[in-house]
C-alpha cells in the first residue's frame, strides 16, 4: 500500500503468508521520508500498478494525491500524456495530512503501453510544487493471473426436503473460490433480490476469501413456490483495487416422491504419505437405500492447489465404490485439503460434502494434542485468534516471538489452517501459540505443524465468533483489579471476536494509534458485569497487539456486591465469564 510506505521512515516488512500451490516468505527493508524544509508534500499513486485490463476492453484503477507534510495545497495542473484531465478529480483542494482521488477506466489502450501522468499545484503562500509518475498498462493475457473469484452450489437444482426443519427444506451449499491467487475481501452479496451483503461474515465465517482458497455457506429457503429459481451476485474488492463479481442461477423443485436414503462413508478421506512422489488411495462408498438415482461428483476448489486429487468414476446411478487417489508429486511436506460435492436427485439428503486431507511428511515422531483459545482454555475457535496448540514433538526448540509482525517460521517449524500459514507466538516441544488466520471460514478447519519436515495434522471447528477473555482483569494504573465498585473503569483483553474492520493483516498490529482508526470487531460486541450491560469507553486492537482486542468498560451501576461475572459477548456468542469482585 503506497500509503503506509510514504508514512514516515522506518522499517516496511512485508509477508505473504502461502497459499495451496507457493510457500510463505517475508522481507523487510528500511525507507526514509524526507521532507521539505517548508511547505507541502504531495505523493501520487496509483492502485493497481501496473494497470491491467478487464472484460470491456477497460483498464479501471484509482490515483490518489497524499500530502505528508502536514500543509494544505492546491492541484492545479493534472494531465495524462500532455492531455489536461483535472476535471477528474471533485476538488483540485488536498488538505493538509489528507488526500483527493478518482477512479477512471480508460478503454481506448493499445498494451502494453507507458501513460505519463504529470501534476503541479501551488501552496497557500504561492510556493509552487511539480510531481511526475509513469504508470504501464497491460492486457490480461492469461486470465489466471488476474484477480477472480467464482460461485458454484451444491446441489446446482434444489428438490425440497419435506423431512427438514421447515425454514431450512431447501438448502444449498455455496462456495466461492478464487482462481488467480490474489486475497479477496468480500462486500457484496445479493440473492434473488435480496440483498445480503452485512450477512456475509455470519455466512462465511469471514470478510477474507485467501489466494486460491475456499469460504462455504449454508443457504436456507423456505416457502419456495416451486418450480423457482433464483440469481446470486457476489462481489469483492482484490488486494489490486479492482473489483471482482461472480454469478449463479440455481433452481428450486418440489420435493421428489419416494426419495432413496443417501448416505457417503467415510464423512472425511485422510490420506498420509512419507514423502514424494509416493501416492495414497483410499475408497468412498456411496449408498442409495431404496433407489438407484444419478449421481456426480466434482472437486472444490476447481484450480490449480487440488491437481495432486485423482477420483473416479465421478458420476454414476445407484450405490458405487469411488476411488480417491493422491499423488504426492511434486509437493512440498504439508498439509494438502480438497472437497468432493457429491449430488444426486431423488435422494435424501440430496447433497453432501467430503473433505479430503493429504498429509505429505507424515510422521509418527510427531502428534497433536488437542487445542484451546489461549485465553479462555475452551476449545471454541474463531478467525484472528489466538489458539494454544498442544502435541509431541512439536518443535526441537523453545521459541518466543520478540517483534511484530509476527514470524511465519521458527528454527524451522511452521504452521498452516487451511493451506493458509498461521504466525507464530510461541513454540516447544509441547506447546505452540498461534494466531488462526482472518481468511479462514465457517466449519471445519484443519490445523497443520511442520516440525522440520514432519507433519502432523488436527481438525477443528471455526464459527464466526468465539470471545474469550484474559483471566486478569486490569484497574486503570495497570495492576490486577480484584474488586472494583460501580462506575469505575477498567480494562480487559480478549481474543476469538473474529474478523475486524478496518482490515488488519494476520499476525500484523495496527500501524496507527488513533483509537477511532484502530480495528474492532466487525460484528456487535458488548460487555456485561453480573448480567448488567456496562458502559464500553474503548474497543480495538492496540498498535502493539495481534489478535487481541482491548476493551475499557465502566462497571455498571446496580450490580449487587460480591463475586460477579463480567462476560463479553461478540454477535451474540459469549465469553466464559472471568469473575470480578464488585464492592458498594
Known amino acids: 500500500n503506497s500509503l503506509a ?50 472484460t470491456g476492453p477497460e483498464w479501471p484503477y484509482t490515483i490518489t494525491l497524499q500530502e505528508k507534510a502536514g500543509v494544505a495545497t492546491k492541484l492545479t495542473v493534472f494531465t495524462i500524456n500532455d492531455v489536461n484531465n ?44 511539480t510531481q511526475q ?34 425454514s431450512c427444506q431447501w438448502s444449498q451449499q455455496l462456495t466461492v473460490q478464487e482462481q488467480g491467487g490474489f486475497l479477496t475481501r468480500l462486500n457484496g452479496f445479493t440473492a434473488g433480490g435480496a440483498d445480503f451483503s452485512t450477512q456475509i461474515q455470519q455466512l462465511f465465517g469471514t470478510t477474507r476469501l485467501a489466494p486460491y482458497g475456499t469460504l462455504q455457506a449454508t443457504m436456507c429457503w423456505s416457502n419456495i413456490s416451486a418450480p423457482d429459481s433464483k440469481s446470486y ?78 477420483v473416479g468414476p465421478t458420476a454414476g446411478a445407484g450405490p458405487a465404490q469411488v476411488s480417491v487417489q493422491a499423488s504426492a508429486a511434486g509437493l512440498s511436506h504439508g498439509v494438502y485439503q480438497a472437497t468432493l460435492a457429491i449430488q444426486a436427485d431423488n435422494a435424501v439428503p440430496q447433497s453432501t460434502m467430503v473433505p479430503v486431507v493429504l498429509v505429505v511428511g507424515a510422521s509418527p515422531g ?3 494434542g488437542g487445542l484451546q483459545n489461549a485465553f479462555s482454555f475452551q476449545s471454541n475457535f474463531a478467525p484472528g485468534m489466538l489458539m494454544s496448540v498442544y502435541g509431541v514433538q512439536l518443535s526441537s526448540v523453545t521459541r518466543q516471538a520478540t517483534a511484530l509482525p509476527l514470524p511465519l517460521t521458527m528454527s524451522g517449524v511452521s504452521a498452516t489452517v487451511n493451506g493458509v500459514t498461521a504466525p507464530l507466538w510461541f513454540v516447544s516441544s509441547g506447546q505452540m501459540n498461534i494466531q488462526i488466520p482472518y481468511e479462514t471460514g465457517l466449519g471445519t478447519a484443519v490445523l497443520a ?16 465468533a468465539a470471545p474469550g477473555m484474559s483471566p486478569a482483569i486490569l484497574s486503570p494504573s495497570g495492576a490486577t483489579a480484584t474488586s472494583a465498585a460501580p462506575g469505575q473503569i477498567l480494562t480487559l483483553f480478549s481474543t476469538g471476536e473474529g474478523d475486524v474492520t478496518p482490515t488488519l493483516a494476520t499476525g500484523a498490529a495496527p500501524t496507527t494509534t488513533t483509537a477511532s482508526r484502530l480495528p474492532k470487531p466487525r460484528l456487535p460486541l458488548t460487555v456485561s458485569v453480573g448480567g448488567v450491560p456496562a458502559t464500553i469507553n474503548f474497543d480495538g486492537i492496540p498498535n502493539w497487539a495481534t489478535g487481541v482486542m482491548q476493551i475499557n468498560f465502566t462497571v455498571p451501576q446496580g450490580v449487587p456486591p460480591g463475586p460477579q461475572p463480567v462476560v463479553v459477548t461478540v454477535g451474540g456468542v459469549a465469553s466464559p465469564a472471568v469473575n470480578l469482585n464488585v464492592t458498594q
Do not use: C, H, K, M
Not at 22 to 48: D, I, M
Not at 147 to 162: D, K, V
Open 5 to 54: 510506505i510514504v508514512a514516515g521512515s522506518g522499517a516496511v516488512t512485508a509477508l505473504y503468508t502461502g497459499d495451496g500451490v507457493y510457500s510463505s516468505s517475508a522481507g523487510t527493508a528500511t525507507v526514509s521520508l524526507n521532507l521539505p524544509a517548508s511547505g507541502s508534500l504531495v505523493v501520487p499513486w496509483v492502485s493497481p500498478n501496473p494497470v491491467p485490463e478487464v
Open 86 to 129: 483535472l476535471s477528474v478529480f471533485d476538488t483540485p483542494n488536498i488538505p493538509a495530512n489528507g488526500s483527493i482521488s478518482a477512479s477512471l477506466a480508460p478503454s481506448a489502450i493499445t498494451p502494453p503501453i507507458d501513460r505519463v501522468y504529470q501534476f503541479a499545484g501551488r501552496d497557500a503562500d504561492g510556493r509552487a510544487w
Open 366 to 368: 510427531i502428534t497433536i
Open 133 to 166: 509518475l509513469t504508470v504501464p498498462f497491460v492486457a490480461s493475457a492469461n486470465p489466471l493471473i488476474q484477480p477472480s473469484i467464482t460461485l458454484t452450489s451444491t446441489p446446482a437444482a434444489i428438490q425440497r426436503n419435506q423431512a427438514a426443519d421447515p
Open 449 to 464: 505443524v511442520n516440525n522440520n519436515g514432519q507433519v502432523a495434522s488436527f481438525a477443528f471447528p471455526v464459527a464466526v
Open 233 to 310: 451476485v457476489l462481489t469483492g474488492a482484490s488486494e489490486l483495487g479492482t473489483t471482482v463479481t461472480a454469478t449463479l442461477s440455481t433452481s428450486f423443485a418440489a420435493a421428489p416422491s419416494g426419495p432413496a436414503a443417501f448416505s457417503a462413508a467415510p464423512a472425511t478421506v485422510n490420506l498420509s504419505v512419507a514423502d514424494g512422489p509416493q501416492s495414497a488411495t483410499a475408497s468412498l462408498a456411496l449408498d442409495f437405500a431404496g433407489g438407484a438415482p444419478s449421481w456426480t461428483i466434482s472437486v472444490l476448489p476447481s484450480n490449480r492447489t487440488t491437481s495432486w486429487l485423482t
